[in-house]
């Protein structure tokens, strides 16, 4: 898992703008701040769609360095993660009490997935911010 830091920012009367200075063309748009992250992961998908995730984020100094106006204007940073999929699935042992999978069984029944898959996917949304 990668975090990239997106430069968020808002005028008023309008939704929070995200951008990556890494990655040239990747932009979001929330109209809650609570779906910023959400959002920017939505389009960190978009962006690595066809599969090439060379892009190493930058660091910090070099984001700010590149967003410097924006910021000294209000704008902000966030960090977002990027887990990616590299499509192999990998065999784990994992320890919970039996009424938590006895629950995670049920969701995941409710939900027609296997327990791996509901797992798999409550802990994407859970680290990208979805809810």
């Given at each position: ?11 008023a ?7 990556f ?8 748009a ?38 410097e ?21 990998a065999?784990?042992?994992?320890s919970?009490?039996?009424?938590m ?7 995941a ?23």
């Amino acid at each position: 898992m990668r975090y990239y830091h997106a430069v968020v920012h808002k005028d008023a009367d309008s939704a929070y703008g995200v951008h990556f200075p890494d990655l040239p063309g990747c932009f979001s748009a929330a109209d809650a701040i609570e779906d910023v992250v959400p959002n920017a992961v939505e389009a960190l998908s978009l962006w690595f769609e066809d599969g090439d995730d060379a892009v190493q984020p930058g660091t910090i100094e070099a984001v700010r360095a590149a967003a410097e106006s924006e910021l000294a204007a209000g704008a902000f940073l966030v960090m977002v993660p990027w887990i990616g999929r590299h499509n192999r699935p990998a065999r784990v042992n994992i320890s919970l009490d039996v009424a938590m999978l006895d629950a995670i069984d049920r969701a995941a029944s409710v939900r027609r997935l296997t327990r791996s898959a509901f797992l798999a996917e409550a802990a994407r949304n859970e680290i990208e911010g979805r809810r």
